[in-house]
């Protein structure tokens, strides 16, 4: 018996590590293929667990990215005379 899928976040885990602060979107990233890897071995707690995982980290590079973006904005507009 089958169990229903798990998301697993893959696509934005690929758009976190692109676009959004590296090192989180990286680890996104390899909990998002565990989660994928556990729901196909029919693993429904492992691929939970690791969907979770997958999602608070995505999340974490999401405002990481935002902060940095307004960061590097405030400092590059601040220094105009």
Not at 24 to 45: V, Y
Not at 52 to 80: E, H, Q
Request: charged share 15%; with cysteine.
């Amino acid at each position: 018996m089958a169990i229903s899928r798990q998301k697993d976040y893959l696509v934005w885990s690929i758009m976190s590590l692109l676009c959004c602060f590296c090192p989180l979107g990286l680890a996104a990233l390899i909990f998002s293929i565990k989660s994928r890897n556990a729901s196909n071995e029919n693993d429904s707690d492992g691929a939970v667990k690791h969907s979770k995982t997958a999602f608070y980290l995505n999340i974490a590079a999401l405002v990481m990215g935002i902060i940095m973006i307004i960061i590097i904005a405030v400092l590059s507009f601040g220094r105009r005379p």
